[in-house]
């Protein structure tokens, strides 16, 4: 029947307020519409058949770079696109859970589902399982097999998946069926390839991989997994070496997928846990991550502490606050703390190679912290940098304040200047940086950046941040020669317009528009209140003041 329910479409607006649509884009700006016309987006999601009725959008496909060298494809999906898939992995995600590996067995290790709050996986990303596993696995045998499988998502077959998903919801093979149409319309009718990017397909590649433990048990050896990175233990290194024929070939008859040659190969288990498990540098990390994880409540408690006492001080004494000696302690912890994150992403930095996940950690915690300490660390290693870039952003605009305006705006001036040519996507994510701060009000060189951006979204955002109405109107009249996203932004930058030229212009477009979030952006523009005055263009834009 191809139908979603009301509350998987609440699950998934949960998710997404939460989270993200893809870990690689900035959110379209359309989103907030979405959100505002919320009931009318969602009705129209229920009334449809998502397999027949409904025609998914364009997938956006850009290259990222990777940390060793390279790009990998990833994507963003439209707004209800995006929500529909999420959807589709909140009915079957539980199911897919019950199907895996006990979560004791230490097999799959990553991500073991648990619906909670719009979060798919409230257990945690499962690494450290994964890491105390490998070691306690390393213990009992004297050869381990380490692999891996090429460009997973982009490969994963659909229709294996959905023989996967069917497998694990059992009764539900309606919904698999489902799953694997939308994915193939995605794809525009390509049987291959998950979008790399959204939560979603971190739950249907679980699916898929549930089958490859299954077969390595049925072959009697032991094995732990992280997503796709196997590792396989034996005491023999011929009967390893079978394995690893045996593996290659059914993910190849069975999935289409394929081992690395350059990641595939066999340790003695004393050489993995000494390079791999237990050398400095990785000991040093496990640390770090367990003592961040510990870390996360410092602000908060110490803050309001903080607060309290100074609300409690004798109003007499002009002198100082006296602070409770734990909340001194605390203080010291958490300054104690804030060095270790300093000291750590120096040390980061001062790497050959990128440590990914390290760096993704670090930088959120930089941006959990407020740290403007890593700032000039991140403009003097921007090339190290790039595969996280995202992080980077993220992490600039929760401490440009702290930082200061000026001188984050004058640092990317000076590193717009002299950087190598960005990608596409990379520079989506700095004009993301630039707006999110309104720096281009303070630097003629990053707002000319954001004219001479490709991505009319940005150009977009900065029009109706300045209320520029001669943007939008250089646009407006000629907006079905443009792109469908590069309407969508017009029409967000359209609230600038007076209110007797933008509503009569928005209703005649609306007639012409049939798509879901095309009908929601248009009508939120139409009821737009003036965010600035609180009231709907009760002025002129050309009144002298």
């Not at 048990?217 to 032991?222: A, H, K």
């Not at 996203?485 to 209110?499: D, G, M, N, T």
């Not at 737009?528 to 009760?538: E, Y």
Request: hydrophobic letters at 40%; glycine letters at 4%; proline letters at 3%.
């Amino acid at each position: 029947m191809g139908r979603i329910t009301n509350e998987s479409l609440e699950f998934a607006k949960k998710h997404l307020n939460r989270y993200y649509i893809s870990d690689f884009f900035p959110d379209p700006i359309e989103l907030e519409a979405v959100w505002s016309q919320w009931e009318f987006v969602k009705a129209r999601l229920l009334t449809i058949d998502i397999t027949e009725g409904y025609e998914t959008h364009a997938l956006t496909a850009l290259p990222w770079r990777k940390h060793r060298g390279g790009y990998r494809i990833v994507h963003q999906l439209e707004a209800t696109d995006c929500q529909i898939y999420v959807a589709l992995a909140f009915l079957a995600a539980n199911r897919i859970e019950q199907s895996r590996k006990p979560i004791e067995s230490g097999i799959a290790c990553a991500y073991r589902i648990q619906i909670d709050e719009g979060s798919y996986f409230s257990r945690g990303n499962g690494f450290e399982t994964y890491r105390d596993r490998s070691k306690a696995l390393a213990g009992q045998y004297q050869f381990v097999l380490l692999s891996d499988i090429v460009d997973f998502y982009n490969q994963i077959y659909l229709h294996r998946l959905q023989n996967s998903i069917a497998s694990a919801t059992n009764a539900s093979a309606e919904l698999a069926t489902d799953i694997e149409r939308f994915l193939s319309k995605l794809n525009q009718r390509n049987s291959q390839g998950v979008p790399v990017g959204p939560a979603p397909s971190i739950v249907f590649s679980e699916a898929t991989l549930t089958d490859v433990d299954n077969f390595l048990e049925d072959l009697g050896v032991e094995h732990t997994r992280y997503v796709d990175d196997f590792r396989i233990y034996g005491d023999n290194i011929q009967h390893l070496e079978k394995i690893q024929r045996d593996l290659t070939l059914y993910l190849h008859k069975v999935h289409r997928l394929t081992l690395s040659s350059e990641k595939t190969r066999i340790l003695s288990t004393e050489s993995f846990v000494a390079t791999e498990l237990e050398n400095h540098y990785e000991l040093e990390k496990a640390e770090l991550f367990s003592s961040f994880e510990s870390g996360g409540d410092y602000v908060p408690a110490i803050g309001e502490a903080l607060d309290a006492a100074i609300e409690d001080k004798d109003t007499t004494d002009d002198d100082h606050v006296q602070v409770p000696a734990s909340v001194a302690d605390r203080a010291l912890e958490f300054a104690l703390h804030k060095a270790k994150v300093i000291e750590a992403f120096t040390g980061l930095c001062d790497r050959s190679n990128l440590d990914l996940g390290l760096a993704r950690v670090l930088l959120r915690q930089g941006r959990f912290l407020k740290l403007p300490e890593l700032v000039d660390l991140c403009f003097d290693h921007f090339e190290l940098l790039r595969p996280v870039l995202n992080s980077v952003a993220f992490y600039l605009t929760e401490v440009t304040e702290k930082y200061g305006k000026d001188a984050m705006g004058a640092k990317l001036e000076t590193w717009i200047q002299n950087s190598s040519q960005l990608s596409d996507l990379e520079r989506i994510w700095i004009e993301w940086a630039i707006l999110k701060q309104n720096l281009f009000e303070i630097s003629p060189t990053l707002k000319q950046f954001i004219n001479k951006s490709q991505n009319i979204s940005s150009q977009a955002q900065m029009a109706f941040k300045e209320r520029n109405v001669a943007w939008v109107r250089k646009y407006k009249d000629e907006v079905f020669a443009l792109s469908p996203q590069s309407l969508r932004a017009v029409v967000y930058a359209s609230r600038v317009l007076p209110e007797d030229e933008r509503k009569p212009w928005l209703k005649q477009l609306k007639r012409s528009l049939s798509g879901i979030v095309d009908i929601a952006l248009v009508d939120w523009a139409i009821n737009h209140v003036d965010a600035k005055n609180g009231f709907d263009d009760l002025f002129d834009d050309d009144m002298p003041f």
